[in-house]
């Protein structure tokens, strides 16, 4: 007769077993909370399947706990989704505003069209504009209200931004200013001091 075993709890246990099975058939004596008793005869055909069986309720649960973790993402990026749009119809007008403000403070379509041009080239190409005049009559501008070509930029975003998203018709500026009171997805915490200067500038 083969060599006598215990029966284990732990499932990689079973890997052990196999490894030292070389008989058609084993002896072993379990007892699984009291409920086994006795001789019980196990072939290492069926240890083995059992072996598959408990591998593959294994690999169906990782499976399970990726699916968990891809819909928790996915619900966190809608989550977030739904905030940015909010706060874009929130104040995407006020930013429109400030804009056509700002073009009539320049001179008009032209100069502001000569500012559109000078700004991607500071960014994109990290030229020097600080000497071309429409870029001294903006940064003027920009002095008188707390802001800086920096800021502007931000607002360019989220003016870009809110058109691609929806529209949404004029809403009363004390709900716009009671939106900064509240918290910001984090992705767009950056724009919130700059809104808060925007109704400063604008005397709202």
Known sequence: MGRIYKYGSKV???SYYLAQISNKQVKYYGRRAGYYKGELIVTKDELATI???LDATK???DVMEIRLAVLGNTINDLTDIKARIELLRTYRDWVRKFFKNLIIRLGGKNEWYDV???????????????????INELNNILNGINMNIDD???LLEIKGESNDAFYKNWQ????AKEGLTKKFPDNMEK???LLQKLFDASGT
């Open 191 to 193: 724009y919130k001091n």
């Open 51 to 53: 072996k598959d069986k």
């Open 172 to 175: 009363k500026i004390e709900k």
């Open 152 to 154: 502007l930029e931000l």
């Open 116 to 134: 559109k041009k000078s700004i991607p080239d500071y960014y994109d190409y990290n030229m020097n504009i600080s000497n071309r005049k429409c």
């Open 59 to 61: 690999n169906k649960v």
């Open 12 to 14: 990689n246990t079973y």
